[in-house]
Nanobody
């Protein structure tokens, strides 16, 4: 098992930026495919971005492509999500997820990940 703790959420005006962190313990993130998901009030959890276990392959949902950047620092065992030009529709609870046997083709499916953080709130005001 790997334990995940998100941080970096907050309240920001539209057009602003935030950087989320996901600190992992219990296992090196180099063994896992990892992803960011978000859930807005009254909506289902949706895929935001993923990075594969080698760190060489990345994917984003279309709505954040060009604005968000996923990255990781294996030495710090931490994954990041840099969010720029934030929009009100980006509001939600952001979760990081990790899976040692996810399968990259399942990267956008929440059930493919077996470890989750507690979430961090991101609120973007208009």
């Amino acid at each position: 098992q790997v334990q995940l703790v998100e941080s970096g959420g907050g309240l920001v005006q539209a057009g602003g930026s935030l950087r989320l962190s996901c600190a992992a313990s219990g296992r090196t993130i180099a063994n896992d495919d990892m992803g960011w998901f978000r859930q807005a009030p009254g909506k289902e959890r949706e895929f935001v971005a993923a990075i594969n276990r080698s760190g060489g392959v990345i994917d984003y949902v279309d709505s954040v492509n060009g604005r968000f950047t996923i990255s990781r620092d294996v030495a710090k065992n931490t994954m990041y999500l840099q969010m720029n030009n934030l929009k009100p529709e980006d509001t939600g609870v952001y979760y990081c997820a990790a899976g040692a046997s996810t399968g990259w083709y399942r990267r956008a499916i929440s059930q493919a990940y077996d470890n989750w953080g507690q979430g961090t709130q991101v609120t973007v005001s208009s």
